[in-house]
């Protein structure tokens, strides 16, 4: 990979081309701070960074507002962003990954974590290209950012440009490396969009994305007085998790965001109105959880969620066939 390292401590610089080079083949360019940073981005429009590592806390311009800078530029919508920080900053942690951060890296560095953080991010970099490769020809009317979001909307794909919403790909490194007293008080739950495939099947590309994206922002809207962070996770349904104690009841949490739903207007590109609802999952709590436990949570969360949407189907259609013969 290309990467652009960003830390205003020289040694942390010397410390990251030593580790590069010996756990993959990489091409690393460093900069002293955010201002030479966004300066070395411009220098190379030509040949674009793979990924970017950003110490978290720097003089002048940190490494969460750089994040935000970075993923507002096209060429890195969505490209890979990794926060060096120091154990003692965990704080910064949920700022960074709602800025857009893909995931994080503590200092001092241990090794194994750095190669195993490094790897995943070579292998999400590798897939987006390929798809990216493959989308080009039937969307040449597409940004190339978003060919490779849109080829296939059953995947997660990036919903930005939303206060809370994050990668699905973040969301997932995010509650995994959480710590135990980090996790006390959260709470994970998901939404699922009734008739996704119906809309998937019946709606062109762009139009079911925007439709993602207007469903994620009236859920942001219902959520926000709380502490949170939300992802798509495919096939229509959203991950969120919350903290600060917030334990919701689903079923009005699910009501008042149908309600909102009905308040707004939601139409296609040429017009059509659409009248998207969606079903709510079963709301678990993280604490004392860690390892295969919260990522059970977390497929708990979403498999909730997709069945009540399916129920809900089933149900209206067992209703519309009483009293109908066989």
């Known amino acids: 990979m290309k990467i652009l390292a960003v830390d205003d401590d020289p040694i942390i610089l010397e410390l990251l081309a030593q580790i590069l080079s010996v756990v993959g083949t990489h091409e690393l360019t460093t900069a002293a701070n955010a201002a030479e940073a966004l300066g070395t981005i411009a220098q190379n429009g030509a040949a674009p960074f793979d990924c970017f590592l950003l110490d978290i806390h720097m003089l002048g311009l940190g490494g969460v507002e750089l994040t935000r800078q970075i993923h507002q530029m096209n060429s890195y919508a969505f490209t890979p962003i990794i926060m060096l920080t120091a154990r003692s900053e965990k704080s910064y942690i949920e700022r960074a990954f709602a800025a857009g951060a893909t995931d994080y890296i503590t200092k ?7 190669t195993t953080r490094i790897r995943i991010t070579e292998e999400l970099v590798l897939s987006r290209k390929a798809h990216i490769a493959a ?9 190339v950012t978003q060919a490779a979001e849109l080829l296939d909307p059953s995947r997660p794909f990036t919903v930005q440009g939303i206060k809370g919403v994050i990668d699905y790909t973040a969301m997932e490194n995010y509650v995994a490396q959480l710590s135990r007293s980090s996790l006390f008080g959260s709470t994970v739950f998901a939404f699922t969009l009734r008739k996704s495939e119906a809309y998937n099947d019946a709606l062109a590309a762009e139009d079911f994305r925007f439709l993602i994206r207007d469903v994620a922002q009236v859920i942001a809207d219902t959520l ?20 600060s104690g917030y334990h919701p009841d689903m079923a009005q949490l699910n009501e008042r965001v149908n309600i909102s739903l009905n308040n707004v207007q939601i139409m296609t590109v040429d017009g059509t109105e659409l009248y998207p609802r969606v079903s709510a999952g079963a709301a678990i709590r993280l604490v004392w959880k860690s390892g295969e436990q919260i990522s059970s949570a977390l497929a708990t969360a979403l ?24």
């Not at 001092?108 to 750095?114: G, S, Y």
């Not at 926000?224 to 798509?232: G, K």
């Open 108 to 114: 001092p560095f241990d090794l194994t974590e750095f």
């Open 135 to 143: 989308a080009k020809p039937a969307s040449a009317r597409l940004k």
């Open 303 to 326: 498999t909730t969620a997709t069945d009540a949407a399916a129920e809900y189907e089933r149900l209206k259609t067992d209703f519309f066939q009483i009293g109908k013969s066989a």
């Open 224 to 243: 926000s007085n709380q502490h949170f962070l939300m992802s798509h996770a495919g096939n229509g349904t959203y991950l969120c998790i919350t903290r």
